[in-house]
């Protein structure tokens, strides 16, 4: 079999690679808000539209914002007084901290794929100006209508607190390859 | 059919560091031999191996749908039944497959006989879309090979197109064991061309893998694994500590679950005992069966789940022919009619049919100095020649 270091699949064979250089992602249409306010003043925006979306977000945030076991650690990567408690409790039964919800990007106003949800920001503590995802992208500082990077619009994760690590893997130190 | 002598590309080392592929001076790239290639027909490659790749995918998953309403079929292959339900439902639900390759037999003359079906974690797949390709190419305009020639090789483009079909939103995660170069550089590749297909991904290895306390499996980061693209095998998982959350993980796995039973080489009895004498089969039974008397004592003996030709035993008229060693066969074996690839010069080239989405789109060729293909072999390219 053959050996390998990493792979970069700068081809070849007419493989249409994106001509865009990496510093400039495609950009889709998004709509951003600090708070449901902001969206309900924008002339532009429809109320109920902003209402859902809002619920949408706020109901994600608790679900897939980044979990601390220390205050003092989310407060380093958001700042001082920019955390709150999780809903949650580790296995040992202690505190689970996230950062608070300070924006959203409303779903519906997506432009370029299809049925999406919309997703609570936050801002972290070393670039307090720019949203970022749940996912830690970069979202940009505009609120209303703008445009966002299109791998910022995808779904974010759920975070969790792993209680175990290590459950796969003994396999394959004792039998090797994987190949067939 | 023809093995055709070649001189190497004189620019084979930077080809290899243009692919961080191991070339050591005298030796080449390891594990790919480009002083020769196989030269076919299109009609060889249409209807020697195209089509029917394709018509065995069909009655593969013939033998799925029967596998996963017969709890005895599912304890043949050994397949755990805590996941009996979970691998049956993956099939009833649809999940989607990406890729496989299946190991034929061929000679150039008559049909291909389907020795196994590496339908969960084939390798070799980078030489095969790209390198075998970037071979092609530059051979032609060497003048090595001559002009006009093509090659059997979707194989990129597909597993491009096929991803965004999989239905997958949100992050992907990518595993293997990071260890094994040859794993991680499939795996790497998978996730460039998923990437290239738009999708998000991230690698882990498999031991990273943590789960959290309600059973969901979690990466590094904390972050829910949703969807894992692995190049490990199930039997491997369904095996492991963290193999029995899986059912309730909510993971969704490339490959499906349901693939278990056609990377299982308990398939090969299965697929003989529906769909005996279909041309492109050979006669299989599992070990210990009477019927198999019918072999007469010419066989390939092979464990349900070996690797890379471990632990096989080729007899012929009643005497062991060959016999590899390996750290497989604790559990049951097969036994397979006995149908010697072609022997050229002391080289036994195995012929691969890669299937992306279940299409057949591109051929690995690989090539041992013994009937068993084991992973000393080397990869040969191919060339399309009317």
Not at chain 1, 69 to 75: F, H, L, N, Y
Not at chain 1, 76 to 104: H, N, R, W
Not at chain 2, 35 to 57: C, K, N, V
Not at chain 2, 134 to 140: S, T
Request: hydrophobic share 35%; with cysteine; proline share 5%.
């Amino acid at each position: 079999m053959t050996r390998w270091n990493t792979i970069s699949v700068a081809l070849l064979m007419g493989v249409s690679l994106i001509a865009l250089p990496a510093c400039e992602e495609a950009k889709v249409d998004a709509a951003v808000f600090e708070t449901l306010k902001q969206c309900y003043d924008d002339p532009s925006m429809n109320q109920d539209r902003c209402k859902i979306d809002y619920k949408e977000a706020k109901d994600q945030h608790a679900a897939v914002a980044p979990k601390y076991t220390s205050e003092a650690d989310c407060q380093a990567d958001f700042g001082s007084g920019k955390c709150e408690k999780a809903p949650y409790q580790t296995s040992s039964g202690g505190s689970v901290f996230m950062p608070l919800m300070m924006g959203y990007m409303m779903g519906s106003m997506l432009g370029g794929r299809r049925s999406m949800m919309s997703q609570p920001l936050y801002r972290s503590a070393d670039n307090p100006k720019s949203f970022r995802t749940a996912d830690n992208r970069n979202v940009g500082s505009a609120t209303g209508r703008t445009q966002v990077a299109r791998s910022a619009t995808s779904r974010p994760s759920f975070k969790s607190s792993t209680i175990k690590r290590g459950g796969f893997g003994s396999s394959g130190r004792r039998f090797g390859s994987a190949a067939t | 059919m023809q093995r055709i002598p070649v001189t190497e590309r004189p620019n084979l080392a930077q080809a290899a560091a243009g692919h961080e592929l191991e070339f050591t001076p005298g030796q080449g790239v390891t594990g790919w031999d480009e002083t020769a290639y196989y030269q076919f027909t299109m009609s060889q490659i249409e209807e020697d191996l195209e089509g029917p790749s394709e018509e065995l995918e069909g009655l593969c998953f013939e033998v799925v749908a029967r596998a996963v309403d017969d709890e005895e079929v599912l304890r043949r292959l050994g397949i755990p039944e805590h996941f009996w339900d979970y691998v049956a439902d993956s099939w009833r639900n649809g999940e989607k497959n990406l890729y496989g390759r299946m190991d034929l037999s061929y000679d150039g003359d008559g049909p291909a006989k389907l020795l196994e079906y590496n339908a969960d974690t084939p390798t070799a797949l980078y030489e095969s879309a790209v390198f075998q390709w970037e071979w092609l190419e530059q051979a032609m305009a060497l003048g090595l090979i001559p002009r006009g020639c093509n090659q059997f090789n979707d194989v990129h483009e597909s597993i491009v197109a096929s991803f965004p079909l999989l239905g997958i939103d949100g992050l992907s995660h990518f595993a293997c064991n990071q260890d094994i170069e040859d794993d991680k550089g499939t795996l790497d590749y998978l996730e460039e061309c998923a990437r290239e297909a738009g999708m998000d991904t991230r690698f882990l290895a498999m031991e990273e893998i943590g789960i959290d306390d309600r059973g969901r499996f979690t990466d590094s980061d904390d972050q829910v694994i949703t969807t894992l693209i692995k190049l490990y095998p199930w039997e491997w998982i369904m095996d492991e500590e963290f193999g029995r959350n899986v059912p309730a993980s909510g993971v969704r796995f490339i490959e499906p679950p349901w693939k278990a039973i056609l990377s299982n080489k308990g398939l090969l009895p299965l697929l003989w005992e529906m769909f005996e004498g279909h041309p492109n089969l050979l006669p299989a039974f599992f070990d210990g069966d009477p019927a198999s008397d019918m072999l007469a004592g010419s066989y390939v003996r092979k464990p349900l789940l070996s690797r890379q030709g471990a632990n096989i035993e080729i007899v012929q008229g009643g005497k062991t022919l060959f016999h590899s060693d390996g750290p497989y066969g604790a559990e049951a074996h097969i036994v397979q009619g006995f149908h010697p690839l072609p022997e050229i010069g002391g080289n036994y080239p195995l012929v691969g049919c890669w299937l992306v989405a279940s299409k057949a789109v591109g051929l690995c060729i690989r090539e041992d100095r013994t009937l068993v293909t084991g992973k000393d072999c080397r990869f040969i390219p191919h060339a399309i020649l009317d």
